[in-house]
């Protein structure tokens, strides 16, 4: 079976020690089954704001894995109007091969971005393929949130084609996954339909990590700031939407704790104003960006990881990261007021905060209470090893193309209620 990929923004396996998320952990799943498969990129690396290579390429990763890069113009800033430009280019450049291509059996498209979704799913039906749209966020009803209340009716009709682009890549897919429960019913109103044998919901998952070599400065992180003190970590992206500022603030309040420290690891738009609000916090260490070998390392050393968010666009994202702390056994502390925050509540592997003083709170708990860390640390490995173990969930994923290659309906599977979603095991 031929399988298309589409997705631009995760790190590609071009990358030594890259984490391995979705798109990546999929494809493995489906070369280990002897598909072939194509994923369609961008000649830009949007984590590290850097160019893989300067023109389209064909690079062939391993006999059945090629990645097929298309080039944009990059950005510098993940919320630009550079950023909408690039994906704009990509969808046509997109477009423009898929045409010289041989036809794919499925076409599994990752939304946002949302252009880039719609041209994929539009070629799928063109060409008599299947499609799935995997949807990882809710672009572009989400920009509304960073608007003023009494500027987002406004800011709708000025979207309308993009809402329009929305439409086409959800309503014209045979199938939709999304990352959280909300999100699949958000898609699925937005396709006007109930929701069918093909739609699923699969939470992105992780891996554990086999220990591995690490640079230098981080063994000398571990070894000489992180030994015997209590570590509240943070993975990922330095952004608006995941704005750690707030962990910082913590660690404003907890400058007298030397037991405690703060080890955020990562980069984005907000290194800069991050740093200069943390300039002589004695309890604050910036790893910045380190690879995969290196984040396990940190974490197995960890207490806290924290999924932190602007309060205002705190919504039913369930991040990459939080999967990442629960595969080590670490409680997840979230401002994420929806599915997460249902999760933590239901299984116990974590706690949620809304400011600063809130989350002073439950680290000085935790770091005093050893018995109720251990038990939520408990929880976090017994909650990963059920439902975030990206060997489960994504086995799943390509049991779901295979039937929807087939054109046929699943099997029932048996059920297990998550929250107020339900996952196949």
């Not at 897919?173 to 699925?188: C, E, F, K, Q």
């Not at 093909?198 to 992780?206: E, I, K, Q, S, T």
């Not at 309906?409 to 209620?417: E, F, G, T």
Request: glycine share 8%; charged share 20%.
């Amino acid at each position: 079976m031929r399988v298309w990929l589409v997705q631009p923004s995760e790190q590609l396996p071009l990358v030594a020690n890259a984490r391995r998320l979705r798109t990546r952990l999929l494809a493995e799943e489906l070369t280990r089954r002897g598909h072939e498969v194509t994923w369609w990129a961008s000649c830009f690396n949007h984590l590290r704001k850097e160019w893989y290579c300067p023109t389209s390429r064909c690079i062939q990763v391993e006999p059945c894995l090629r990645v097929q890069l298309l080039k944009g113009i990059g950005y510098s800033r993940n919320v630009s109007l550079r950023r909408w430009v690039d994906h704009r280019m990509l969808s046509r450049a997109f477009s423009a091969s898929a045409a010289h291509e041989p036809p794919p059996d499925v076409v599994v498209a990752c939304l946002p971005p949302y252009d880039l979704a719609a041209a994929a799913v539009k070629f799928a039906k063109r060409c008599g393929a299947r499609a799935i749209v995997d949807i990882r966020d809710t672009w572009p009803d989400s920009f509304l949130g960073v608007l003023p209340q009494c500027l987002r009716g406004i800011g709708r009709i000025g979207l309308t084609s993009e809402f329009a682009l929305r439409n086409t890549a959800l309503a014209g897919a045979d199938g939709l996954v999304a990352v959280t429960g909300p999100w699949l019913d958000w898609g699925l109103a937005a396709a006007g339909r109930a929701r069918g044998p093909l739609d699923r919901v699969m939470y992105l998952g992780a891996y554990r990590e086999p220990p591995g070599s690490v640079p230098n400065s981080i063994r000398t992180l571990v070894r000489e700031r992180i030994a015997n003190r209590f570590v509240v970590a943070f993975v990922g992206t330095f952004s608006t939407y995941h704005n750690p500022s707030t962990m910082i603030e913590a660690a404003r309040l907890l400058q007298d704790r030397p037991d405690i420290i703060f080890v955020l690891m990562g980069s984005g738009d907000l290194d800069r104003q991050l740093r200069r609000q943390a300039a002589g916090l004695p309890n604050v260490e910036f790893a910045g960006w380190v690879d995969s070998p290196s984040i396990a390392e940190v974490l197995r050393n960890a207490h806290i990881g924290l999924c932190t968010a602007e309060s205002d666009l705190a919504t039913d994202l369930l991040p990459n990261k939080a999967f990442a702390y629960l595969s080590e056994g670490v409680p997840v502390g979230s401002a994420f007021m929806g599915e997460l925050a249902q999760l933590i509540e239901r299984h116990g592997f974590g706690f949620t905060f809304k400011t600063p003083a809130d989350l002073v709170s439950h680290i000085a708990r935790l770091s005093a209470d050893h018995h109720a860390h251990s038990k939520m640390s408990s929880a976090a490995t017994s909650f990963f090893s059920r439902f975030g173990d990206s060997l489960k969930i994504y086995s799943e994923f390509a049991d779901l193309i295979e039937v929807t290659a087939g054109g046929g309906q699943s099997a029932v599977s048996k059920v297990v209620p998550v929250g107020r979603v339900t996952l196949g095991v």
